[in-house]
């Protein structure tokens, strides 16, 4: 949506050139002629930026803008450039004081104007306008097809880079319920929020599950786990999906960090995500679960396209090369994860994950090279942009 702006000026040759200008520009544009109707408007028409002349009848720019900023408190500021025909510093600073953000000196070339509109636009633009935009809502299941291969390294670091690297807005799940990590790999006491917060209040709705969500430093939010197996129980199967289509609302990406177990919670999450990405190491064990676990996914009915393989510790010896385990699933291993224990470990045990501290290491490229795969337009959107 173009900005809107309103032009406060009684003289007419100047509302004529600024409208002409700002119009060229894009912009919508609002005038007044006097001092109160200015007032009036900014009121009536919420724009986005005021042009104020100083000499103006009825009330002059200084009042104007001494009444909108009383008005408008300190919930919101409208960003105001006083035109002044004064060269006296004076004149400037009793302009500055009145609550102007800027001020030109007329004659001004309409370049200079413009270039002073957008930064105030950009300096004072709402924080989340960019997040004004409608959530991608996209639901990730992170799927490990035995502990231990780094799954939960994996989901915590893409949801990072995804965020940080690529703008996203991101909560991560720890869909452990009894036995999560999220609060050691994050460095967060028991005493934070939980799922359980969620799932005992007596109804769930949108705004619990963002007063529930635990904010890391990183910029990422999180939904932790129970905080001891035994609560983990009030967390029924169909809890998981229910707050998946609350997040949705409200992320871009959901991330939902689960194990290996193929129980009704589990199934619930492969029910919710868009995609499940199956984590795995290039040993026996590994392709014999990811085989089984293809062969589930298909008998539940879901396209083979639901999941993708995410070979973790790929360049790692094992004796198994990447071709070799392709040839033994019959098919492509879609995304792989570079082998790089010190940094794993270290970021694991000191609660600082790679991707916010060491993001230019050769397992952070890895892995933003994963989070940027994962947020390519998918086929859907992609034909809906190309119509
Ligand atoms: N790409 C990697 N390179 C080296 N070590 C890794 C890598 N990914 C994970 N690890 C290590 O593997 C161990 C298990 O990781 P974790 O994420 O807890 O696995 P999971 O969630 O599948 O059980 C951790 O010690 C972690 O530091
Ligand atoms: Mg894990």
Known sequence: MAAKILVVDDDPNVQRLLQYTLKQEGYDVVVASDGAEGFRLWGAEEPDLILLDVMLPKLDGYQVATKIRTEEGSASHVPIIMLTAEREVEQKVRGLRAGADDYLIKPFHPAELLARIKSLLARFAPKDALLARPPLGRVLAFYGAKGG?????????????????????????????????????????????????????????????????????????????????????????????????????????????IDKRLDDVNLGVFEAAETIFVVMTADLSCLKNVRLIL?????????????????????????????NAEGALKRTIEHQVVNEYRGAISALNSGAPFMFTKADSSLGGSLLQFARSVDKPQPAAVTAATR
Do not use: M
């Not at 005493?191 to 709705?205: E, F, G, Q």
């Not at 001891?228 to 967390?235: D, F, G, K, Q």
């Not at 973790?312 to 990447?322: D, L, M, Q």
């Open 149 to 257: 291969v780094g799954t939960t390294t994996i989901a915590i670091n893409a949801a990072i880079a995804l965020h940080r690297e690529l703008g996203r807005k991101v909560c991560l799940v720890d869909g452990n319920l009894q036995f999560g990590d999220h609060r050691v790999f994050l460095d967060l006491g028991l005493d934070r929020k939980s799922i359980v917060d969620v799932v005992t209040a007596p109804s769930i709705d949108v705004d619990l599950v963002r007063q529930v969500v635990v904010k890391h430093d990183s910029g990422i939010d999180l939904l932790l786990a129970p905080p001891s197996p035994e609560t983990a129980e009030l967390v029924r199967p169909d809890h998981l999906p229910f707050i998946a289509d609350q997040l949705r609302t409200l992320y871009d990406y959901t991330i939902i960090d």
């Open 295 to 323: 062969e589930t996914i298909e008998h539940l009915g879901y396209p083979a396209g639901k999941v993708e393989l995410v070979l973790n510790r790929s360049n790692a010896f094992t004796g198994i090369s990447v071709k």
